[in-house]
């Protein structure tokens, strides 16, 4: 382990809530979790990646999708979170680990080296780097990077308490503000209306729509998505009314 190598943790498990399976949803003849990983491996600041499901038997398919496309996997808790973040970062020798999920296919590799570079750079040294907090997000919901160190992961995993802050594994660093040294990046205007994720069908329906316009012109980006819903305003119509989960839902 070195303090500075770099691990990408992208967590996966079949038992969603909203849309049961959804990670192995077939999104443009590719697996979710699959397209996740494989934008996330274009990150340049990133040394390894891997993903962390649980112990459950329906997320069998998970690693085997894993062991099939030769990612690395870690598979722990269901329902802690952080215990199951902590114990795969050590398995990966991680110092930096930047927590992905895989209800993010539409992930910009960009923004994720961004965060790593202002996390890397941060001085004094950041235990925390975001592109977005409870209340005050101006990116898409749906490029959610954070980068946290692994002696702040530990200290959380020893400390937290609350069922909230061990499944959704970074709230014990923000909330309340002040307990560890949190940077927040922001986008140049407020984008933070917009629903880019993977939790309800029709939030699977956008982003197949996404993909299937944009995916034949070549790799694209966060900004190439947000030209194409300028253009398209009803395409953003087909998920607007969903209702975001915060970060004290639990189960």
């Not at 993909?211 to 305003?233: C, K, S």
Request: with cysteine; net charge neutral.
């Amino acid at each position: 382990m070195t303090d500075k190598r770099v691990v990408a943790i992208v967590q996966a498990r079949m038992a969603s809530t909203r849309l049961p399976g959804k990670v192995l949803a077939d999104i443009g003849g590719v697996p979710m979790l699959a397209r996740t990983m494989e934008r996330a491996r274009q990150c340049r600041r990133v040394d390894a990646w891997m993903v962390a499901t649980t112990l459950e038997a329906g997320d069998d398919a998970v690693e085997a999708l894993c062991r099939a496309r030769g990612y690395g996997v870690y598979r722990g808790s269901l329902h802690d979170v952080l215990d199951r973040y902590v114990k795969a970062a050590r398995q990966a020798k991680a110092g930096v680990i930047v927590r992905l999920t895989a209800d993010c296919p539409l992930l910009d590799p960009e923004l994720v080296d961004q965060a790593v570079q202002a996390f890397l750079v941060a001085s004094p040294p950041a235990d925390l780097v975001v592109n977005r907090l409870p209340g005050a997000r101006t990116y898409p919901i749906g490029l959610d990077t954070e980068v946290v160190s692994l002696a702040a992961l530990e200290r959380a995993w020893r400390e937290a308490r609350e069922p909230h802050q061990r499944e959704h594994v970074l709230p014990y660093l923000y909330d309340p503000p002040g307990r560890f040294r949190v940077i927040r990046l922001d986008a140049e205007r407020d984008y933070g209306s917009l629903r880019w994720t993977v939790d309800t069908p029709e939030d699977l329906e956008f982003v197949r729509q996404v993909v299937a316009r944009l995916e034949p012109r070549g790799e694209f980006g966060w900004r190439d998505i947000l030209a194409l819903v300028e253009a398209d305003p009803g395409l953003a119509q087909i998920n607007a009314g969903v209702q975001h989960k915060t970060h004290r839902d639990v189960g």
